[in-house]
């Protein structure tokens, strides 16, 4: 997977290259509204524990410096940040139910190829692509203190509009759709090891946002 991904951006830039005008860079920032997304143990039923929960919405924020082949295609690095909870009811094959609400912060590091469409003497461009890189997790269990760390591939899809204020500002609104990577059920661990989280578990994460933001050309 790894290497055809490789191969599809390596063909895109190439492809791109020869076709380039206007070379540049130009900084992405970005403030999202990420919706809450529900989980539970139905990929892991087979380790004794059972567990429903919910990862909260909240504000994901962050930011992009993206390299424009030509006015028609950008690669971008981008940051991506959420603080938010997950309040998690799970219970071991013969004991209590339990309740914790969990601290999750949550940061992705993403490449985003990007294709853009903007007519001739509009201000208004429109953009869509895709998105591959990690993400690098905190789970904090608030009751005894105790956390846990994570990092998985997350791949992701995007599309919205800029609106170009002046020849160097936008006023950027895109939707973004990321899921989070794993080999069973396409689901996201919170391995506990001894850190007495408190639980274990593959925790399907599928994240959709709105946002708005700003585009700034540097060159």
Do not use: C
């Not at 950008?74 to 938010?84: I, N």
């Not at 170009?164 to 006023?171: F, P, T």
């Amino acid at each position: 997977m790894k290497r055809a991904l490789v191969v599809v951006i390596f063909f895109l830039l190439f492809s791109n290259l020869t076709f380039a005008q206007e070379e540049g860079l130009r900084l992405n920032l970005y403030g999202n509204f990420v919706f809450a997304d529900k989980f539970d143990s139905y990929y892991d039923r087979g380790n004794g524990y059972f567990y429903s929960g919910r990862i909260e919405e909240g504000l994901q924020w962050g930011g992009g410096l993206e390299y424009m082949v030509n006015p028609a295609f950008g690669v971008e690095l981008m940051y991506l940040r959420q603080d938010t909870n997950s309040p998690t009811r799970y219970r071991f094959v013969a004991g209590p139910d339990q309740f914790t609400n969990f601290d999750l912060a949550i940061n992705y590091v993403l490449i985003n190829p990007t294709k853009y469409f903007r007519v001739p003497g509009s201000p208004f461009e429109a953009y869509g692509g895709f998105q591959v890189g990690g993400v690098f997790a905190n789970l904090r269990n608030p009751d005894n203190g105790r956390d846990d760390t994570a990092t998985k591939l997350a791949v992701g899809i995007r599309g919205g509009g800029i609106y170009w204020a002046s020849d160097y500002v936008g006023i950027k609104a895109q939707a973004q759709f990321i899921s989070v990577v794993q080999s069973v059920g396409g689901g996201f661990y919170f391995g506990t090891g001894g850190s007495g989280v408190g639980v274990s578990s593959y925790s399907s994460i599928y994240q959709f946002g709105l946002g708005l933001g700003l585009t700034l050309k540097l060159n």
